[in-house]
């Protein structure tokens, strides 16, 4: 499937290389008939203007697909224009006229196309895209206190983790070798291990091959000694004694994000179409959904629908400069923490960084090597997801905050009535939930809570969005769904999550929630949307608990 998918893209881009081939050669011709204007004509600021703007964006797509020779020459005519409108340089009709002669088509040589795609082939062939990981995410702990050992045991289990543990090392590494883990949680405290150190259990992972293998530290000390060890020793999260369990599964879910969230999301901005087509399909050969929008006046509605983790603007647009969209965008604080990126064949060190100084965040000149283009848009990405995530998440349950579900709400109702479509929004509410923290302490409440928070997380649709809408309340918003598809979804996680043991000490018990779900076209509005839901949910606890009820349900 793989190999399919990647040839697809391979002879896109073919198509796209051979569609651009035959524009260049209509422009380069468009450059050649300008050379034979009047002086008068050519030395018109208006006329420079054009010839700067069109070498300025014809350079950097020409450069992109391969033309090294046609870019330089368009670069050299770019800089002679751009001494004249803007450093006050003289017209020399004769050097235009020049330069422009020879970006006569013959320039334009196919086999520089060729090669270039000989070495991007040679460059995906090497490369490896992004592969999901299985749902079992398998753990090994390094843990001697049985006690303990047991806690985390338990508790990641009930998270839906894979958990295996372990008192020593030498049975730890024996064991990877016939079943290699996803990441070791040890306490760097053991007693029975020789020598013992972070870094000699480091040590030992490298030499049976899992230096990549993620460590996360649980320690009853926690002072700077200890943790610039860790640092040393690429521990990637440290936790202090007593092990908080939903604490750990969160920093678990943010280590192990990249192979277990949806892919990046990257927009593109360019009014070059080919260029930033081309930049498309470099991103998706890498497992990054972009989307390309060559319309900067349409932005917004497509931030708000496809909700970007990175920005990617072309400089120079005409309609608008990719400076004057990025404060466009910043003028709206909720998309703050989205990177911009300026892509441009702009070489003007002043000019890049004035661009940075009013709300971009890096600057890429074209054209891109690809390795290194991809690996600044997945750092910034992952970065700026950890960020938002962090900003907007609660850090118990890793769901959305009830100010972020709401807003969430919102944007899907519109939508559905945009669309003429339906969106069912639920509000579940665990049952009994305060005799669960007066008979087991408020840490075992928390670990029910997140239970139930990662049981929705991993039950539900990518499309489909969860929050802690209060302390043991969630909101679930499920669009182009209506109550009764909705109802047989929550049911079956609601079954699902009665049959889950929890521990405290030496005594088991289970839990269950209810629900009350509302569809969209039965209200006016989003507090009635909400206020319906919620009514339907005092029906379910009503009639019991431990079911879910439909708004329409008066039974």
Same mark, same amino acid.
């Given at each position: 499937?793989?190999?399919?998918?990647?040839?697809?893209?391979?002879?896109?881009?073919?198509?796209?290389?051979?569609?651009?081939?035959?524009?260049?050669?209509?422009?380069?011709?468009?450059?050649?008939?300008?050379?034979?204007?009047?002086?008068?004509?050519?030395?018109?600021?208006?006329?420079?203007?054009?010839?700067?703007?069109?070498?300025?964006?014809?350079?950097?797509?020409?450069?992109?697909?391969?033309?090294?020779?046609?870019?330089?020459?368009?670069?050299?005519?770019?800089?002679?224009?751009?001494?004249?409108?803007?450093?006050?340089?003289?017209?020399?009709?004769?050097?235009?006229?020049?330069?422009?002669?020879?970006?006569? %088509?013959?320039?334009? !040589?196919?086999?520089?196309? @060729? &090669? =270039?795609? #000989?070495?991007?082939?040679? *460059?995906?062939?090497?490369?490896?895209?992004?592969?999901?990981?299985?749902?079992?995410?398998?753990?090994?702990?390094?843990?001697?206190?049985?006690?303990?050992?047991?806690?985390?045991?338990?508790?990641?289990?009930?998270?839906?983790?894979?958990?295996?543990?372990?008192?020593?090392?030498?049975?730890?590494?024996?064991?990877?070798?016939?079943?290699? %883990?996803?990441?070791? !949680?040890?306490?760097?405290? @053991? &007693? =029975?291990? #020789?020598?013992?150190?972070? *870094?000699?259990?480091?040590?030992?992972?490298?030499?049976?091959?899992?230096?990549?293998?993620?460590?996360?530290?649980?320690?009853?000390?926690?002072?700077?000694?200890?943790?610039?060890?860790?640092?040393?020793?690429?521990?990637?999260?440290?936790?202090?004694?007593?092990?908080?369990?939903?604490?750990?599964?969160?920093?678990?879910?943010?280590?192990?994000?990249?192979?277990?969230?949806?892919?990046?999301?990257?927009?593109?901005?360019?009014?070059?179409?080919?260029?930033?087509?081309?930049?498309?399909?470099?991103?998706?050969?890498?497992?990054?959904?972009?989307?390309?929008?060559?319309?900067?006046?349409?932005?917004?509605?497509?931030?708000?629908?496809?909700?970007?983790?990175?920005?990617?603007?072309?400089?120079?647009?005409?309609?608008?400069?990719?400076?004057?969209?990025?404060?466009?965008?910043?003028?709206?604080?909720?998309?703050?923490?989205?990177?911009?990126?300026?892509?441009?064949?702009?070489?003007?060190?002043?000019?890049?960084?004035?661009?940075?100084?009013?709300?971009?965040?890096?600057?890429?000149?074209?054209?891109?090597?690809?390795?290194?283009?991809?690996?600044?848009?997945?750092?910034?990405?992952?970065?700026?997801?950890?960020?938002?995530?962090?900003?907007?998440?609660?850090?118990?349950?890793?769901?959305?905050?009830?100010?972020?579900?709401?807003?969430?709400?919102?944007?899907?109702?519109?939508?559905?009535?945009?669309?003429?479509?339906?969106?069912?929004?639920?509000?579940?509410?665990?049952?009994?939930?305060?005799?669960?923290?007066?008979?087991?302490?408020?840490?075992?409440?928390?670990?029910?809570?997140?239970?139930?928070?990662?049981?929705?997380?991993?039950?539900?649709?990518?499309?489909?969005?969860?929050?802690?809408?209060?302390?043991?309340?969630?909101?679930?918003?499920?669009?182009?769904?209506?109550?009764?598809?909705?109802?047989?979804?929550?049911?079956?996680?609601?079954?699902?999550?009665?049959?889950?043991?929890?521990?405290?000490?030496?005594?088991?018990?289970?839990?269950?929630?209810?629900?009350?779900?509302?569809?969209?076209?039965?209200?006016?509005?989003?507090?009635?949307?909400?206020?319906?839901?919620?009514?339907?949910?005092?029906?379910?606890?009503?009639?019991?608990?431990?079911?879910?009820?439909?708004?329409?349900?008066?039974?």
């Amino acid at each position: 499937m793989a190999n399919e998918r990647e040839a697809s893209i391979q002879k896109e881009m073919a198509k796209l290389r051979n569609e651009f081939h035959d524009r260049l050669i209509v422009e380069l011709e468009e450059f050649v008939a300008y050379s034979s204007l009047p002086d008068q004509e050519i030395c018109r600021t208006e006329t420079l203007q054009k010839l700067y703007e069109a070498s300025h964006r014809l350079a950097g797509s020409a450069l992109t697909f391969g033309y090294s020779d046609t870019g330089n020459l368009l670069r050299r005519l770019e800089g002679a224009l751009d001494a004249i409108l803007n450093q006050g340089a003289e017209v020399n009709v004769l050097s235009i006229r020049r330069q422009l002669n020879v970006l006569a %088509p013959a320039v334009a !040589i196919p086999s520089e196309t @060729k &090669k =270039n795609l #000989a070495a991007q082939s040679t *460059a995906t062939e090497s490369s490896a895209l992004a592969q999901p990981m299985s749902n079992s995410v398998l753990l090994y702990v390094l843990e001697d206190d049985p006690s303990t050992s047991d806690l985390l045991k338990i508790g990641l289990s009930s998270f839906g983790y894979n958990v295996s543990t372990f008192t020593d090392i030498d049975t730890l590494c024996d064991s990877a070798k016939k079943e290699r %883990p996803d990441a070791l !949680i040890v306490d760097i405290e @053991k &007693k =029975n291990i #020789a020598e013992h150190t972070l *870094a000699n259990v480091a040590k030992r992972l490298r030499e049976d091959g899992m230096q990549a293998l993620p460590i996360l530290v649980v320690s009853q000390y926690d002072s700077f000694t200890e943790k610039l060890e860790a640092a040393r020793n690429n521990v990637v999260a440290f936790l202090s004694k007593p092990v908080n369990i939903p604490a750990l599964e969160s920093n678990l879910e943010f280590v192990l994000q990249p192979q277990t969230k949806s892919p990046y999301r990257v927009l593109l901005v360019d009014d070059d179409i080919y260029s930033m087509e081309h930049h498309r399909l470099m991103l998706d050969k890498w497992g990054i959904m972009a989307h390309a929008l060559p319309d900067p006046s349409k932005i917004l509605d497509v931030i708000e629908e496809f909700q970007p983790d990175l920005m990617i603007f072309d400089l120079h647009m005409p309609s608008c400069t990719g400076v004057e969209l990025a404060e466009v965008v910043r003028f709206h604080t909720h998309w703050i923490h989205i990177p911009i990126i300026f892509l441009s064949s702009e070489r003007n060190e002043g000019r890049q960084i004035s661009a940075m100084m009013t709300g971009g965040d890096d600057f890429i000149v074209k054209p891109v090597v690809e390795e290194n283009f991809v690996a600044t848009i997945m750092s910034r990405a992952q970065r700026a997801r950890q960020l938002a995530e962090l900003m907007t998440r609660d850090s118990l349950t890793g769901l959305l905050k009830h100010t972020e579900i709401k807003e969430r709400l919102g944007h899907e109702y519109s939508r559905a009535d945009r669309n003429k479509s339906v969106v069912s929004v639920a509000m579940l509410d665990i049952d009994k939930f305060k005799r669960v923290n007066d008979s087991y302490g408020h840490q075992t409440g928390d670990v029910v809570i997140a239970t139930l928070a990662h049981l929705l997380r991993r039950g539900l649709r990518a499309t489909d969005i969860v929050g802690r809408y209060g302390g043991e309340e969630y909101l679930v918003i499920l669009p182009d769904t209506d109550a009764e598809r909705a109802a047989i979804k929550l049911n079956s996680l609601r079954k699902e999550f009665e049959k889950v043991k929890f521990r405290h000490k030496n005594e088991v018990f289970t839990s269950s929630f209810s629900g009350g779900i509302c569809q969209s076209d039965k209200v006016k509005n989003i507090d009635e949307f909400l206020e319906q839901a919620d009514l339907a949910l005092y029906r379910a606890k009503e009639r019991g608990r431990n079911q879910i009820v439909q708004s329409d349900d008066t039974d």
